[in-house]
């Protein structure tokens, strides 16, 4: 099978060209990129030096499936033209993840450019919506951190044991925000420091809220509050929300009982586990893993769950190729069962 | 004056030796430390080579003052035999902190060794015990998170605007786990790593909790989960709750309002500061600021505040000698004008 | 081909069973531990989980290859066991690497435990020992320093274009001092901090001279200075040496001339690469590349070469397996052609 | 004394202004900025929000010194035109430090704009040319790696105990790169990562050259390779240097001696330290304290010495305020005896 990468030149493009370097299933036949068209892709990424390829200005589109990586509104763009040759993509910008067209021109402040393809498009979390993604045309990869948030508070809602009142307290390594110079993302600036960010509503607040109200019987009251780590690569989401009176009174042990729940959410998941210790972000480093310890402050009556990724791997490219396999009839894990590195 | 620090050896004891060799009014006579005594206290920490200091076994009890950085338990032994010398001190260990005293034995393991200091001593955050902080024998110092997390809930909690529903998300840098060997804190397992701790309860939850209770009319019910964060200094602590709904059904603009409450709050305040820009830890490093962010969630109704200190010097030894200064009669802030080094 | 891992619970031993765990002619049948002895590899090394194995104190003898990650001295003692059964195997201490047994009891302070086993032994770079290496049966494996010192000073020295007054000034990632705690790797005392260290002898040194004298026809006056970098990955190390005088006057483009004699040195080679840029720590991550950068300072007529690895992959575990493919008859990349993890 | 800083919003200016926020003599009465004209410090540095000052577009002529951290050539044009109104200053630049005007012109790509104002300045390394500073007009503020460098090596230079075949191997944190956008300083690109630069010629060689040379009693054939490291303040200086033959032969233990020398060569300055064990960079942060440890690798015969600083107070603005100090007769330590920051 022949693969397309728009704009490798970005981190979450050369990472879908590192993992693809290993998949044995496809082959890399025509990277893009914008500034560095012409250059060999090792120029710009020395460690894929070995995949010797030139960067092209536009996609061949000889391919049979393509990744783009391009920021939002230009990826739906390309991807249309991609989609109107008959080829399927996954989408890693925003474009096609808020499935209601007022709320992403909102939060993205522009109107979106192909609202006629969104019927062909899926959320493409596998965990929530494997099924639908296997027919679709487009899959919306979901952001680093809606990734990491949905799936730790995916069991919980849908089993109905929290109160629709949720704090997502978010960390995230500098990577997740990208290539492109900013004083904020400065070494200097970031090391040996944290500050939260997107006080005044982050991007991936609505796409969160819109799954876990899908999973919810009601409205989800959310809270999302970013963070910026001084760490290349993970994100670990810190998730909070009251357990229900109802099944406090009736459950015996708290802690136990909601492992259990998790557990089997997740029993039959290549890349999602449940832990018995609390995770770090490192267990993931490199891997398509996501690592989940649900928990609860007995004192207060809450439900805690720490879930962990890579943002470049379960929450971008990772997570890509798992939805290229879906899509294509492959097995979902092929080029992706690297162990993480550590330490 | 003549002041003694007892356990030097450790990063508190040593950050109180660092800032008080520049403390015009109190001159260092003595230092203890228990592994390093003899020693010269530059051979274990060359920062402090100018000092010239040779450690003790044991505390001279000719100084007007002590610190005592030592464990909890042992501390309040030590500062036993000093007060019953007529000497004032500030505790930098918990055992002072916690007023109930089962409440102590039950999260430390251990009968208070001296039960009786308990009236002669106060809880020593300035901002909220100024005025008890002036006569008492022992003042005990906060801890690290308990400092940022009270100390961005304080304004909220007197002036009744949130409900008693509050998640701290504290994160901290290395240094406050101390200078013991642990695996934990081994370079390689930290650093491009985070990782939540304390999930089955950590000891500043119950020292967070009394403060929010005196602070509110009624008990508080907390969620506290601290962080592990790649770098060595600084704590920043996430706090959320909900807004009263008759505030926000009163309140034309919330975050205005909430920031006006948060200034006028600390407007005395020398080192705590109430800032119109979401702070990072490194405006704090090697200052003893509290640097403070309120904001309102409007979608949730939540209120959101941001809180920073170097977890060494507002949340242990600059926190310890503003306690001495007010003890003594002392401009509160002499020997703690340092502005933070940045980058 | 069943392999076991003696000492899995360091560092080393444990990438060893991260990396063979994609290697697709070997199976991991055996690990061995002294303190985790009884419990799951993934209750130590969590990102080990998927291999469910249980530590052993022994190793099994039904392996057909074994590795050993052992301290020096104990590493022998094990290895002499494993031969006497038959097995082969690669020895990741120091124990086999110095020829010299009077050198090794100098800087080691032990006698060797087997030296009847020194014929049977090889030192293990492949660059420059593959035939031998393919008849041993114990590879020692050599040192991460060593790895990226004589990989880089190698084509020179052969060519005899320098003097043999050379300085190697090391810089390495914290994860090659261990797992073992100690107060200089504690994070709190690394981070934000560069030290040299060894100013007295390090005891790689010996091992970088025994080569160096090998390559170069006359011995070569070596000084190498090791420094700890705030980082868990990675060696650079730079090496200067005077270019002879004739090589001076007789090469019109010295730059030039260096670099094509290194790249054609290495030019069969699968993991040692000379490249065009300066390279970075960075693009060797998780990978089993040494990259070189050859140059020569033209004002003060001296070679400079700036050499890159993974301390842990082909300054150790990578190595390792790279030598057991050489020794079993495999192709030399089996298990080893992962990218590096960029960024 | 009314003191001005030129471009305050880089580093090095602001570090100027937080080390003169505690120096008792002077009082900063104008900042300038381009871009941030208009804006209030704290804006743009919220670590200097308490000097509530405005930054100027220009420099108000009324102040008695002024330091200028102007990029070179913008930096001359700024003090010429101070100068004619009579007042002193330091240059933070590179302006004033290269005394030969060819070899100025050659390194930093641009005529000198004001040759006539060189035989006023001085090079402002106090240690070497205290005498010159008392009367001078301009000093140049010496570049951070050639602060190290030089320290590092003038005793031996001085008492001609070595060789002139010097290596210089340094390496800095990122702030040295400033506060401009940059890929290479990005910080996703230098986290976990290292890297030698500038080996086609950095502009800090002719600069240690010059004093080197002055030093020596011939011309010293330099190597000077930088390296960056992931932290972002601090300098580490590794030197190399053969002790000639007669030293060497005629000295009975070589590392006391040489440690004796470079003790007697700093034994009356206030910051230049000749320290016992090996010392860190940490061991500086924040503070303007040069700390070197010498030694000999007796094997080889040559001198190794290591130098550390932090890069931005003696490497920068501390050394400026120290040549301030010296220029107006001020005690040399004045409103820089702050200890370092440690851990």
Same mark, same amino acid.
């Given at each position: ?8 030149? &970005?981190? =979450?493009? $050369?990472?879908? !060209?590192? @993992? ?5 299933? %496809? ?124 799936? &730790?508070? =995916?069991? $919980?809602?849908? !089993?109905? @044991? ?5 704090? %997502? ?11 492109s110079l900013s004083l904020k993302i400065h ?157």
């Open positions: 099978m022949k693969v397309g990468i728009i704009n490798v030149t &970005g981190y =979450a493009g $050369a990472e879908v !060209a590192r @993992i693809l370097s290993r998949h044995e299933e %496809v082959e890399i036949t025509c990277v893009t990129g914008r500034s560095g068209a012409g250059k060999n892709l090792g120029d710009i990424f020395p460690h894929l030096s070995n995949l010797d390829m030139e960067i092209s200005p536009d996609l061949d589109k000889s391919v049979d499936f393509v990744f783009s990586a391009l920021p939002h509104a230009a990826s739906a763009e390309a991807l249309k033209e991609a989609v109107s040759s008959g080829i399927k993509g996954v989408d890693i910008s925003a474009d096609f993840r808020i499935r209601d067209l007022n709320t992403y021109s909102e939060w993205y402040d522009v109107e979106h450019p192909c609202p006629e393809l969104m019927e062909s498009s899926v959320y493409g979390l596998p965990e929530l919506h494997r099924s639908e993604i296997k027919d679709c045309q487009i899959a919306a990869n979901p952001g680093c951190y809606p990734t990491a948030s949905i799936l &730790g508070l =995916a069991p $919980a809602l849908e !089993a109905g @044991i929290i109160e629709p009142e949720v704090i %997502v307290d978010a960390k995230s390594g500098v990577s997740g925000a990208g290539r070494y200097s600036e970031v090391n040996e420091n944290i500050s939260a960010y997107g006080l005044d509503g982050h991007r991936h607040m609505p796409e969160i809220s819109q799954e876990l109200d899908l999973l919810s019987a009601q409205h989800v009251n959310l809270t999302f509050l970013p963070h910026l780590i001084p760490m290349t690569r993970g994100i670990l989401a810190s998730c909070y929300a009251p357990l229900k009176d109802n099944y406090i009174a009736n459950t015996s042990d708290l802690k136990s009982a909601v492992k259990a729940l998790y557990k089997d959410f997740y029993k039959d998941e290549k890349f999602t586990h449940v832990v018995d210790t609390p995770p770090m972000t490192k267990h993931t480093l490199g891997s398509n893993d996501c690592i989940i310890y649900p928990t609860v402050d007995i004192r207060a009556g809450r439900l805690m769950v720490v879930s962990c990724i890579d943002n470049l791997v379960k929450g971008a490219a990772g997570q890509a190729i798992q939805n290229m396999n879906i899509m294509c009839g492959m097995p979902e894990d092929s080029g992706l069962n690297q162990l993480a590195i550590y330490p």
